[in-house]
C-alpha cells in the first residue's frame, strides 16, 4: 500500500530541524527500499522550510502511522501537523527514476484537497515534467479526497496549473526539492 505523507513545520522549526538532520536521515534510511519520494518543502523564494514529503509504500495503514509519527522531527515538535493518505503511484516510478534527474530546473509539491467528484485521477499525456503523480485517498482506499503531484516546472502558476483547480476545495503549491544523502 502507497502512502502519502507530509509533515508540515512549526513556525521556527529550523534550528531543532538542524540538530536533528541525521537522526532524520538515519531513519529514513531504515525505508530506503520502500521510499517513492522525500524531501522539504520551502516557503516562496526562501530557504525556510515549510514541511517534509515522503510517498513510501507500506504493508497497512498501521505501519504508515508508525512511519509517519515515529520520525524524529516529529517526535521532537518540529512539525505542527501531519497529513497521512493513502496514495496510488500513477506513475509506477520512484523519484530516483525521474528521467530529469534530481537537479535542475524548479520543483514543487501540488496537493488538491478533493471536493466532490474526484478529479485528475490520470496524469497527463505529457509526464516529462512529473515526478510522482496520484490521488489522496481514504484509509480503505475507496474514496478520493484529492491529488499530490512532484513536478518540475517554470514557476509556481505552471504547477498549479497541472490540476483542474476548479474541481478542488483547495489547492496548495510548495516550493520542493529531492531530499535524502546526496
Not at 524531501?39 to 512511519?67: E, K, M, N, Q, Y
Request: with cysteine.
Amino acid at each position: 500500500m502507497e502512502f502519502f505523507c507530509y509533515h508540515r513545520d512549526r513556525p521556527g522549526s529550523m534550528p531543532l530541524r538542524g540538530e536533528l538532520i541525521e537522526a532524520h536521515w538515519s531513519y529514513m534510511d531504515q525505508y530506503e527500499k520502500e521510499l517513492i519520494a522525500r524531501g522539504p518543502t520551502f516557503a516562496a523564494g526562501s530557504d525556510a522550510p515549510t514541511g517534509s514529503v515522503h510517498i513510501v509504500d507500506l504493508p497497512d495503514p498501521a505501519a504508515a502511522r508508525a512511519f509517519a509519527f515515529d520520525e524524529p522531527n516529529h517526535q521532537a515538535g518540529a512539525y505542527r501537523d501531519v497529513m497521512l493518505r493513502r496514495w496510488r503511484n500513477m506513475l509506477g516510478r520512484t523519484m530516483w527514476e525521474f528521467p530529469g534527474g534530481r537537479e535542475g530546473g524548479d520543483r514543487y509539491l501540488v496537493i488538491g484537497l478533493g471536493a466532490g467528484e474526484p478529479a485528475d485521477l490520470e496524469p497527463p499525456a505529457d509526464r516529462d515534467a512529473l515526478i510522482a503523480w496520484g490521488p489522496l485517498l481514504s484509509d480503505d482506499g475507496a474514496a478520493w479526497l484529492g491529488t499530490a503531484v512532484l513536478l518540475r516546472a517554470p514557476d509556481a502558476d505552471a504547477a498549479r496549473a497541472v490540476l483542474t483547480v476548479e474541481r478542488y476545495a483547495d489547492v496548495e503549491v510548495h516550493e520542493w526539492e529531492c531530499g535524502g544523502r546526496r
